[in-house]
């Protein structure tokens, strides 16, 4: 079996976030969607379940934070180009989405962040590998 990833989040509303995460470009799996729970897909091994409350806290005994005013994680998501990460950004905006800062522009890496509706962090960046191998060379590996 391929590994993959499954990122789990409480929501508010599950038909609000599955129509958000589907404009940001995901798409639901009908097959593990229901009234408690969607799940969008990123890709073939990353996976987005959006969870009603109530459903999210039979995994949990802990408290579930409110991420509008908590912080319990941060997503990063690449892309190939900036114009990528402009385009998911902008989306999530007019999805109901909030920008949390100015565009970042390191010359080797270019990144935005937003949150959805119920205040989960998400961060889409472009890398240009080569520069920045070129930006910061003291990270290169050595031989043994």
């Not at 190939?80 to 989405?97: C, E, S, Y």
Request: aromatic share 12%; no cysteine.
């Amino acid at each position: 079996m391929t590994k993959m990833i499954f990122v789990n989040l409480p929501v508010a509303d599950v038909a609000a976030s599955t129509a958000f995460y589907k404009a940001i470009g995901m798409e639901q799996n009908m097959m593990f969607s229901n009234d408690q729970a969607a799940a969008m897909n990123w890709s073939d091994t990353i996976h987005v379940m959006l969870l009603d409350r109530p459903f999210y806290a039979t995994f949990t005994k802990k408290r579930i934070i409110d991420a509008r005013t908590d912080s319990g994680a941060l997503f990063a998501l690449s892309f190939d180009n900036r114009d990528a990460v402009d385009a998911i950004t902008q989306a999530a905006l007019a999805a109901g989405g909030r920008e949390l800062h100015d565009p970042e522009d390191m010359g080797y890496m270019y990144s935005r962040a937003f949150e959805d509706p119920d205040g989960h962090g998400w961060g889409p960046f472009f890398m240009d590998m080569a520069a920045a191998a070129e930006a910061m060379p003291s990270a290169q590996p050595t031989a043994a």
